[in-house]
């Protein structure tokens, strides 16, 4: 369903991403680990073109773009069909739960007011935000904030949802709550990317997980494959250093 | 001749210093919109000259901006052949608005980069196109961030009006001058407290106007009534 081939992408004279393939079918529910800095929130940023690689290619079903010749349409149609939950949140500072949830289905969309309100609320309520529905986002705490997102990037009834870290700038009695409105996401049959550095968690929602280690996929397999016995001595190395960390 | 009579003379020279003002305050406004987006959008050149524009309005004394604008405009038209239509009103509302649009452009610009990244990249990642980011997500976030700083932007320029009499302009303060002048130099303090109250006054209601739409943002935590804020923030002004 979404395939990305040799993806690399530099930051100045830093090389990030170099030379990435990872491929997704439809209902995965795939985690990216790896160590801090290896480029995984900036893979995950290139399926929606928030980072521009300057090279590889992308394909989402029909659609088919290469990164050297970035081309509008196909970068729109992707972003309208996949929504990215982040790790800052970054829930609209001038909207109310329920106007951030609403606005892309009417501004987007073009849904009409009362439909994208329907769905809002839907939404807002599957997150457990109903009694929040008015509040600015000044006004919540974080995993209420990250709820909002969560609910945002569900009411655009995305084909997959892109999750990067969504729990690692909360207060760690904050992450339950967040943890369990994706479980209840993912398990609902939407194709999810998740990066996460919660390795229990990743190995109890996922049918995959993806090891990023200095700019390229280093093991791709089964929870099983990958925890229970890991191909390479960097993998090992890293879980080690992840579970001795928990 | 009294006080009272000095009252209203000033008053009368208000329309002058009221039309100048204005002007400055839409015409700086449409081009400080212009100079902030040329200087966020780095166009060529193009940007180049806008950034010395900008430092030209925003560190030259004020006062010389209009002798500038008063002697130097009627040299450019002759330039291109036009006949001098430059009043020393039409030289104050062009000064003014080239000094107000500099000034004002280093408060939009500022405020458009305060804007946290995310939130371009959460309505991006959504599909907004770039004007729809702008009126429903950045803009409204950009202009609470910046309200303050042009609400003080139009004080300056309210001030900076009061110099317009150095090149012939017969606002409030050159018409204060005149009356004091005719007089025999009378009523001088007199004269002038008239017209620090009347400066005043053009502030406060600048400022209201401001502190209302700074209240109204639905950034602002919207418990907070807005009433009482105001006379809050007027005893604490005061
Ligand atoms: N906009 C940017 N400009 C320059 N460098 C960047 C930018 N964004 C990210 N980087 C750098 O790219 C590298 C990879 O960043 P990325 O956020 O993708 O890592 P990550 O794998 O998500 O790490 P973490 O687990 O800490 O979130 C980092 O070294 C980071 O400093
Ligand atoms: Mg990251």
């Not at chain 1, 996922?206 to 090891?211: A, C, G, K, Q």
């Not at chain 1, 200095?214 to 001595?233: K, T």
């Amino acid at each position: 369903m979404l395939e990305l081939k040799d993806i690399k992408l530099a930051y100045g004279s830093a090389q990030i991403l170099n030379g990435v393939d990872l491929s997704v079918e439809r209902g995965d529910v795939v985690s990216i680990i790896g160590p801090s800095g290896t480029g995984k929130t900036t893979l995950l940023k290139c399926i929606n073109y928030l980072a521009k690689p300057a090279s590889g290619t992308i394909s989402f079903d029909q659609i088919k773009m290469d990164y050297q010749r970035p081309d509008k349409t196909a970068v729109q149609a992707i972003r309208l069909r996949t929504a990215m939950v982040f790790q800052q949140f970054n829930v609209f500072k001038n909207m109310t739960v329920l106007q951030n949830v609403m606005d892309p289905l009417v501004v987007v969309q073009r849904k009409s007011k009362e439909e994208a309100k329907e769905i809002a609320l839907h939404e807002i309520e599957r997150v457990g935000l109903t009694s929040r529905c008015n509040h600015y986002p000044s006004q919540l705490s974080g995993g209420q904030l990250q709820r909002t997102g969560i609910a945002r990037a569900l009411a655009v009834r995305p084909d997959v949802i892109l999750f990067d870290e969504p729990t690692s700038s909360l207060d760690p009695e904050l992450v339950g709550e967040v943890l369990k409105v994706i479980k209840d996401v993912t398990s609902s049959g939407i194709t999810s990317l998740l990066v996460t550095h919660e390795m229990q968690f990743a190995k109890s929602i996922s049918n995959r997980i993806v090891f990023m280690d200095r700019g390229v996929v280093a093991a791709d397999g089964s929870p099983a494959e990958i925890f229970d016995s890991p191909s390479s001595p960097r993998l090992a190395q890293f879980l080690n250093s992840e579970y001795s960390f928990q | 001749m009294d006080v009272s009579a000095m009252i209203p003379e000033l008053l009368s020279a208000l329309p002058l210093t009221l039309a100048i003002t204005f002007t400055a305050m839409v015409a700086g406004f449409c081009l400080a919109l212009v100079a902030s987006t040329l200087r966020i959008r780095r166009v060529p050149v193009i940007s180049n000259l806008v950034d010395i524009y900008v430092s030209y309005a925003r560190s030259v004394p004020v006062v010389l901006q209009l002798f500038v604008a008063f002697y130097g405009l009627p040299l450019l038209v002759a330039l291109f052949g036009a006949a001098d239509f430059f009043s020393p009103n039409v030289a104050a509302m062009v000064g003014l608005s080239l000094y107000h649009g500099g000034y004002l452009s280093e408060v939009m610009r500022p405020a458009y980069l305060a804007v946290d990244r995310g939130q371009h990249d959460a309505a991006d990642s959504l599909g907004y196109t770039f004007r729809q980011k702008i009126f429903r997500i950045v803009g409204p976030q950009a202009i609470h961030i910046g309200l303050p700083g042009y609400g003080n932007s139009i004080i300056y320029l309210i001030h900076n009006v009061a110099l317009v009499m150095y090149i012939g302009a017969a606002d409030v303060m050159a018409t204060a001058h005149l009356i004091m002048e005719r007089d025999y130099n009378q009523y001088q303090f007199e004269t002038y407290l008239v017209l620090a109250v009347i400066y005043s006054v053009l502030c406060l209601i600048a400022w209201l106007v401001i502190r209302f739409f700074e209240l109204r943002s639905p950034m602002q935590a919207p418990e907070a009534k807005a009433t009482t804020q105001i006379r809050h923030a007027l005893i604490s002004n005061a």
